[in-house]
């Protein structure tokens, strides 16, 4: 009797071994890049194994490194950057659509988003040149905003013409598309649940182990401070948000913010402190949510309305923050 229930025991101990619970089973990886880090979180075994998935994973954010960064000299971006006036670039297919997305974008907001803004960032000290901590000569900040305009730039098939000091900066947006790669090479690696970071922008499919949703958080507005304001759950979902209150420098009493107007020349100075956009790409979301923060709470919700988008508003008070949302995100958030 003993020896059967041995054999039982060693039986049930193989089926059990046996299983593949990957599929409850939460795995990571995870890596810098642009400055800042990656990772992904997913369930399931990818098609190819975990080695060949972190390597495509990093293959495909070192590519749009290679192409969009403005803090790398050799890059397509700072090659176009550096061009002579009248010089015609040749932009790989990535780059172009990001571009094509950015230029769209930069149309529809009337220039409060404009990827040509990148002399007024490095002159106030938020691009690859040296930190500033007080504010640039008007004199400086008129000279750079002549330089600035995406209406002057011309894009034919994938040609880019540099008409002579235009500095494009796509890092509102790179990141957001870098998500939406990645998210596709996991589908391609037969990974149907995950949750993809890069520097902050978001991606969620599916769900974690036992069918719980992928939970993330919308921090509150307060510099220094790890708190949380409100949670989302992504179901199959980007989630992209931008405020003022970690990029910024203080200069006599006066904070000046990283997210500079294009129409102006300086940095916003309305009392939107965050804006977070929901969006079924990252890319978008992700150039969306640096619109909202320059266009502000007023404008913003305005234009977020009209355009039925998702999005999620911290604006500060006397009182202290108010929170503001559009009926595309309450009805996504009623459905969690």
Known sequence: ?????????????????????????????????????????????????????????????????????????????????????????????????????????SAQTGGAYDVTVGPLVNLWGFGPDSDRFEPPQDSDIERALGRVGWQKLLLNEQQLLQPGGVYVDLSSIAKGFAVDKVAGLLDHHGVNNYLVEVGGELRGKGSKPYNKPWRVAVERPIAGVREVEQVVDLQDMALATSGDYRNFFESQGHLYSHTIDPRTGYPVEHKLASVSVLHKSAMMADGLATAMTVLGPEQGMAFAKDHELAVFFIVRTDKGVKELSTSAFDAIMEGQ
């Open 1 to 105: 009797m003993l020896r059967i229930l041995s054999v039982l025991a060693l039986s049930l101990s193989l089926l059990l071994g046996g299983c593949d619970d990957s599929k409850n089973r939460l795995s990571a990886l995870s890596g810098p890049t642009m400055g800042s880090t990656w990772s992904v979180k997913y369930t399931g075994a990818p098609d190819k194994g975990v080695e060949a998935l972190k390597a495509d994973i990093e293959a495909a954010l070192e590519q749009v490194n290679a192409q969009m960064s403005t803090y790398r000299p050799e890059s397509n971006l700072s090659r176009f950057n550096n061009a002579e006036p009248g010089a015609l670039v040749s932009l790989p297919a990535d780059t172009v659509k990001v571009l094509v997305a950015a230029l769209s974008l």
